[in-house]
């Protein structure tokens, strides 16, 4: 193929998973391949505003080996940021990445990170300035639409798997019976969902699954502890960050001030430790809540091979798909086939993905809104990738 | 040697460790040695409690295949508990064991079960039954006097420094500039001082290291954060979640509801979210916490072989020193040579280690209450005895 002309601008927005460094490789390995090499191939620092401040890093400059090991760490290693874009900066990005002869701009994000990438491939498309415009996705929360997943959740995902089996054996083992696992997720409960990949047998944690599509009252949480703790005298849950009850409220109730910051604002995260919290008081039971959140995402020890090769073929299809003259479009995920697994790529519309979320369908979730249903494990089995660490037990055979 | 007879009984009391179980097999692999083949070999089930309830199970059963595979599980294989005993009950545990004629009882625990195990030894004394008590040492604390260290603590120090690097590989590149780790600990701040492991050039992280040695006030604390943050604009915090200002309270102040029960009891835990607030309320600056909690004690992929190693030898020391004729003792750890790191097994008076608790010395922490020294680095380092992934980075050279 005859070497594309025109530079190339790559930038990383919202927040790091533990391979979203394999898709930035991935599209500069792409380009690489196909751009001219008196082309250049940069980073821009801090997602977005490395291109508003003109801030570049010389992305052909790092050899093949420190490549390999940059795409295997967590972490945005070229800054990340949550700025979103007026129709004014847009204008502004599109005059700078023009006067830097950018032709080719891939941005690595998820929901939030897709609405600049449209953003700006529409206000080139209005001054006539011919830039292709990819978004490769990116999130540990799997809620973008028009993809059967995102790169970074199959990761996420073998983390919280594998920290619940471990949680697991550790509290069967305990008198403090109850815990709760906290899992990353305000609107979306995917993640949270593949702690199911967790249990084998019947006895197996968690024990309780809670998704923010299924809000459970405070009671009905109650009954279903109550009711484990009855069968098998230790429990443990697996809850989004965002579950609420049927009323939109925290678990905590209305005088729970876990979830509230300093000015009254809801802060991130607190709903486990106010479930435990409510285990104690009205159930007389000892209960304690975990919550790895971050580490959970960058986690390099647990990515999953599978997602790591998605997320650097995700970002060589977008960045392919740009060189070769398309613009507005996301490189998103098509499972081809379930036995054995594989998949394609796919360019679906920016327009369709910018700030829309996919929520997890109602027929994952059990009809007592406390679980998930097998059909789940097989979606998520093949994206978590890696085998999990499980335990033989000696607790049988008591005299 | 003389196979010895009378039957032997191991039981594990407490939290758990990812190494646990190794110590376990330790005294099951020891008794199979030394004792005649006609002497039982036998797990209390639930500690002492399973003592007290007649509750055993033959230990000669599993092969060793199927040992290697416990040894090398979380969670306490034989079930745990926290029960102490009253002078009653340890003369009643005592008849329970002359009547199955064990000569021989291991208990594998930490502080609290030292208790019990000296308890007994007393008791059995008293009624002139010749009884075997030994302690095997047990806790991610590392909080037992008259030991080097405690097995359990170099797997969840190995386990939280990783933590630590994941999480500034993560936090280094976002906009949320604060993120505070919760660590195990109420009392004694080892485990979170090994976070220091995890920082190797000057701006990694964490930035700042709290244990409860140290107490600082929520102003002093609110400096600390500010300066960092002005100096590179991210801060990572690791504190135990024992930590208490100069008046010991919480540094989320009075109306902090966080660490309150629905009693009103205090809480386990809570503490980094508690300081995010604080850190959000008073800087303005975006703050979360993570709590990886008992994820972090159960984690075999992060056990420290050296760790392994010790918890089975201690278990081997404690049982072939009872099996001796020895009573009253602990198996404690001796550091014999640093370079390179070996250790030697001694036996300790169970009286010198029941209940009381080893605090991290004053030398370790740093003048400004903030952080450890570089001795502590020493001292921890060949106990989370495996590599930490270290990750490299793409964010220098920037135009």
């Not at 052909?60 to 070229?78: K, Q, Y």
């Not at 073929?313 to 594989?342: D, L, N, V």
């Not at 109602?362 to 089995?381: F, T």
Request: charged share 20%; glycine share 10%.
């Amino acid at each position: 193929m005859t070497p594309a002309k025109g530079n190339l601008v790559v930038a990383q927005g919202g927040g790091p998973t533990a391979v979203v460094n394999a898709s930035l490789y991935g599209v500069v390995r792409e380009a690489a391949a196909r751009l001219d090499a008196s082309a250049g191939i940069w980073g821009a620092r801090s997602g977005i505003l490395g291109v508003l401040n003109r801030r570049w890093m010389d992305l052909r400059r790092p050899d093949p080996e420190n490549w390999e090991a940059i795409a295997a760490s967590p972490g945005a290693a070229l800054g990340s940021c949550r700025k979103m874009l007026t129709d004014e900066e847009a204008v502004e990005a599109v005059a700078v990445l023009k006067a830097a002869e950018v032709r080719h701009f891939v941005y690595i994000g998820g929901n939030d990170s897709m609405d600049p990438a449209l953003k700006i491939s529409q206000a080139a498309a209005a001054s006539h300035y011919e830039l292709h415009v990819a978004g490769a996705p990116k999130t540990i929360d799997n809620d973008l639409p028009l993809t059967d997943h995102c790169p970074g959740f199959g990761s996420a995902a073998r983390y919280i798997a594998q920290a619940a089996i471990d949680l697991c054996a550790d509290v069967r083992a305990l008198p403090t019976p109850v815990s709760i696992l906290e899992v990353m997720g305000r609107n979306a409960g995917w993640l949270t969902a593949a702690t199911v990949l967790a249990r084998r047998d019947p006895d197996d944690g968690p024990h309780l699954i809670y998704v923010p599509e299924a809000p459970v009252s405070a009671g009905r949480f109650l009954r279903d502890v109550e009711r484990v703790h009855a069968r098998q005298g230790w429990v443990v849950v697996a809850v989004s960050e965002g579950l609420r009850d049927e009323n939109g409220r925290s678990l905590g109730g209305p005088r729970d001030q876990a979830a509230v910051d300093g000015f009254g604002h809801a802060m991130p995260g607190g709903v486990a430790a106010a479930m435990a919290r409510l285990v104690t008081a009205e159930l007389g039971l000892r209960a304690r809540s975990e919550k790895p959140g971050l580490c959970g995402r960058a986690c390099a020890l647990m990515a999953s091979p599978v997602d790591g090769r998605e997320a650097r073929e995700s970002g060589q299809f977008a960045a392919a798909w740009a060189i070769q003259g398309h613009s507005g479009f996301m490189a998103s995920i098509h499972r081809a086939a379930s036995g054995p697994y594989a998949v394609e790529y796919r360019p679906v519309p920016l327009a369709g993905v910018a700030n829309l979320e996919r929520r997890l369908p109602p027929e994952y979730v059990n009809a007592e809104r406390n679980g998930v249903e097998e059909s789940y494990r097989d979606y998520v089995e093949p994206l978590a990738g890696g085998p999990l660490l499980r335990y033989p037990r000696l607790d049988t055979g008591w005299e």
